[in-house]
């Protein structure tokens, strides 16, 4: 079962760095995966992005980033990535392994 308070703790530090405003749930996502501590996987993202650690937190550096990257945001405009396709590209840009997007991968079509 594991720690059931590490998923807790892992989205109160997400939510503080603003969740998908910023890139909480991108560093939250690192932290599971990787089992990094905060401070690394804070790290981590910022080289994966192209960022300072401070602009994590930043709504609207983030919002460009990660429309720029097609990651995902709040409010999806019209060709931008939004739910499975977003997590594709997360998956590539942070170099990590996201079970869904893993599951979609090895289904084949029936024609």
């Given at each position: 079962?594991?720690?059931?308070?590490?998923?807790?703790?892992?989205?109160?530090?997400?939510?503080?760095?603003?969740g998908m405003r910023g890139a909480g749930d991108?560093?939250?996502?690192?932290?599971?995966?990787?089992?990094?501590?905060?401070?690394?996987?804070?790290?981590?993202?910022?080289?994966?992005?192209?960022?300072?650690?401070?602009?994590?937190?930043?709504?609207?550096?983030?919002g460009e980033v990660r429309q720029d990257l097609?990651?995902?945001?709040?409010?999806?405009?019209?060709?931008?990535?939004?739910?499975?396709?977003?997590?594709?590209?997360?998956?590539?840009v942070l170099g990590i392994n996201i079970n869904?997007?893993?599951?979609?991968?090895?289904?084949?079509?029936?024609?």
């Amino acid at each position: 079962m594991g720690d059931p308070f590490a998923m807790a703790i892992t989205h109160a530090h997400a939510s503080g760095m603003g969740g998908m405003r910023g890139a909480g749930d991108l560093v939250a996502r690192v932290q599971m995966v990787r089992g990094m501590r905060i401070e690394e996987a804070k790290a981590y993202v910022a080289e994966k992005l192209g960022v300072a650690i401070s602009d994590l937190t930043d709504p609207v550096i983030m919002g460009e980033v990660r429309q720029d990257l097609n990651l995902g945001i709040m409010s999806p405009l019209p060709g931008c990535a939004k739910g499975i396709e977003a997590k594709f590209n997360i998956a590539q840009v942070l170099g990590i392994n996201i079970n869904c997007v893993n599951s979609f991968e090895g289904r084949t079509t029936i024609s």
